[in-house]
């Protein structure tokens, strides 16, 4: 039973353009949300976080977004560029317990 | 400041085989935690510590033991190799409240 979902397991976008990650939750318990960035052969690393009680909350060209009568929080890219291809995992705090989602490959072509 | 290291980078093993995944960190973190990543399953929770002389298990748990003897170092041991165990393993740390957490570079496990 997957708590944390990111239903896209891939984004292609434009160099520019905004990317925009998904990520849908089940357990109300959550209170503070994560986006992780992650190259291949290195591990994941910290992008931005979100409070449950906030519904926005931005850093450079990142910008988290938080419904919570939805479940639902994105990640929007705003230029996207060629170093942001990664995989982006976002996670969910829960206690003393981070939940992942599996994670969505975005490729940005120039 | 090197942050959190893990060693080996990689690692072979027969089936039924034993071996110790190292991971330490230099930041004096409080709370640190194992996960294996498997393809389109992201990153599960195996065990996880709040600080020296504490450790609780994570959504995995089976198959893996872990102790917190110091601070800085947070071991994970593997009994008895599985295939199954076949994965990426990333250590991380951070502060007690899990505002942030810092990954190791992983280790690449393989159980033939």
């Known amino acids: 039973d997957q708590q944390v979902k990111q239903n896209s397991p891939s984004l292609s976008v434009q160099e520019g353009r905004i990317s925009i990650l998904n990520c849908d939750y089940t357990n109300s318990m959550f209170d503070y949300f994560l986006w992780y960035k992650k190259y291949p052969a290195e591990g994941p690393t910290f992008l931005i976080s979100i409070s449950s009680i906030k519904d926005k909350n931005e850093d450079g060209r990142f910008t988290v977004f938080l419904n919570k009568s939805a479940k639902h929080l994105s990640l929007h890219i705003v230029p996207s560029q060629p170093g942001d291809s990664a995989v982006y995992f976002c996670?969910?705090?829960?206690?003393?317990?981070?939940?992942f989602g599996a994670g969505t490959i975005l490729r940005v072509k120039s | 400041n090197a942050g959190v290291t893990q060693t080996p980078k990689f690692q072979v093993l027969k089936t039924g085989q034993s071996m110790t995944l190292q991971c330490a960190q230099d930041?004096?973190?409080?709370?640190m935690s194992w996960y294996r990543q498997d393809p389109g399953m992201g990153l599960r929770l195996i065990h996880y510590s709040v600080g020296a002389g504490i450790t609780d298990q994570g959504e995995v748990p089976n198959g893996y033991n872990v102790s917190r003897s110091t601070t800085e170092d947070f071991p994970l041991r593997l009994l008895s190799a599985a295939p199954s165990q076949t994965s990426v393993y990333f250590c991380a740390s951070s502060y007690r409240e899990l505002y942030e957490q810092y990954f190791g570079p992983g280790t690449r496990l393989t159980v033939t």
């Open positions: 996670a969910a705090r829960y206690g003393n317990k981070l939940v």
């Open positions: 930041m004096n973190h409080e709370y």
